[in-house]
């Protein structure tokens, strides 16, 4: 399947921040949308890579190092920084995790434990906190606090996606 390239999406971000309800209610539902997508995958499966890609696992434990990436841009807009801080586009961190000689069951309790917590934060902002900008690095442009949702919301069904794709592959091999 031809996909575009994470780091090759681009971004418009033209919509009222006061989606910012569905948007957290987005990021609120992967952890049970990932757990549903890999409940009946054999563990042979899960860790199996194509080629050097990450395997499900693997991009199941991305997911939950992103969320350290999103909590501290929460905390840059809480600090009213004008840039805020860039992800490692290496993805050095999932790299040296080794989520492949994890039991699924624990990453998964980590990314939902993680998830919940920002979840928590984000229900405690005001409606006009949703609306603080601040530069986004990569994207080198203006970055709401809703948008930012919308952008994590976003890198999650992009992972969905890669882990579908890749039970889909492996089950028919």
Do not use: C
């Not at 997508?37 to 042979?44: E, F, K, M, T, Y």
């Not at 992103?66 to 920084?81: A, I």
Request: net charge neutral; charged share 35%; glycine share 2%.
């Amino acid at each position: 399947m031809a996909r575009i390239a994470w780091k090759d999406r681009k971004f418009e971000f033209n919509f009222p921040a006061e989606l910012y309800p569905e948007l957290i209610e987005r990021l609120r539902g992967t952890p049970a949308r990932v757990e549903d997508r890999v409940r009946d995958a054999a563990p042979a499966i899960l860790t199996r890579r194509d080629g050097e890609k990450w395997s499900i696992q693997e991009n199941i434990g991305h997911l939950l190092d992103l969320d350290d990436l999103f909590l501290g841009r929460l905390d840059d807009f809480d600090r009213g920084v004008a840039t805020l801080r860039a992800a490692d586009m290496t993805n050095q961190k999932t790299h040296r995790a080794e989520y492949n000689s994890q039991a699924i069951e624990d990453v998964l309790d980590r990314f939902r434990r993680k998830r919940m917590k920002a979840i928590a934060r984000l229900e405690k902002l005001s409606p006009a906190q949703f609306e603080r900008v601040a530069l986004h690095p990569r994207l080198d442009k203006p970055m709401r606090v809703t948008d930012m949702l919308y952008f994590q919301a976003e890198h999650d069904d992009y992972h969905l996606a890669r882990i579908s794709e890749l039970i889909r592959l492996f089950s028919s091999s």
